[in-house]
């Protein structure tokens, strides 16, 4: 099982129900492929760099996910299909970026190690 992190832009245009469903299919979909998502944050919707499909804005999402490294193509090809999916990245973590990943978390959670110790 290898360390993954997933960032995708949704169309503005989706209500909150249908955002909602769009995020719970992917996060199924690991799932079912026997991984487990460890994180996930929405970030709202941003301002784009430049306008994709004449859109300006979108939902970013964050997902971080543990699963085999087969399951990366079937998932890209689904964003790939998905209309509502304007631009996605995928990668691959390496310990460094699990250990500031990790640390990034418990930051954003209010979590610290003088607080554990």
């Given at each position: 099982?290898?360390?993954?992190?997933?960032?995708?832009?949704?169309?503005?245009?989706?209500?909150?129900?249908?955002y909602?469903?769009?995020?719970?299919?992917?996060?199924?979909?690991?799932?079912?492929?026997?991984?487990?998502?460890?994180?996930?944050?929405?970030?709202?919707?941003?301002?784009?760099?430049?306008?994709?499909?004449?859109?300006?804005?979108?939902?970013?999402?964050?997902?971080?996910f543990?699963?085999?490294?087969?399951?990366?193509?079937?998932?890209?090809?689904?964003?790939?299909?998905?209309e509502?999916?304007?631009?996605?990245?995928?990668t691959?973590?390496?310990?460094?970026?699990?250990?500031y990943?990790?640390?990034?978390?418990?930051?954003?959670?209010?979590?610290?190690?003088k607080?554990?110790?």
């Amino acid at each position: 099982m290898n360390n993954y992190e997933t960032v995708f832009i949704t169309t503005p245009v989706l209500s909150n129900d249908e955002y909602t469903r769009t995020v719970k299919k992917y996060a199924d979909l690991i799932e079912k492929a026997g991984g487990k998502v460890v994180h996930k944050e929405d970030w709202g919707i941003k301002q784009l760099a430049y306008p994709i499909q004449k859109k300006t804005t979108g939902f970013y999402t964050l997902l971080q996910f543990e699963v085999d490294a087969q399951f990366i193509r079937k998932f890209e090809v689904e964003f790939k299909r998905d209309e509502n999916i304007m631009r996605f990245l995928t990668t691959r973590f390496d310990k460094h970026a699990l250990a500031y990943s990790e640390q990034r978390r418990n930051k954003l959670s209010g979590k610290s190690k003088k607080a554990e110790a």
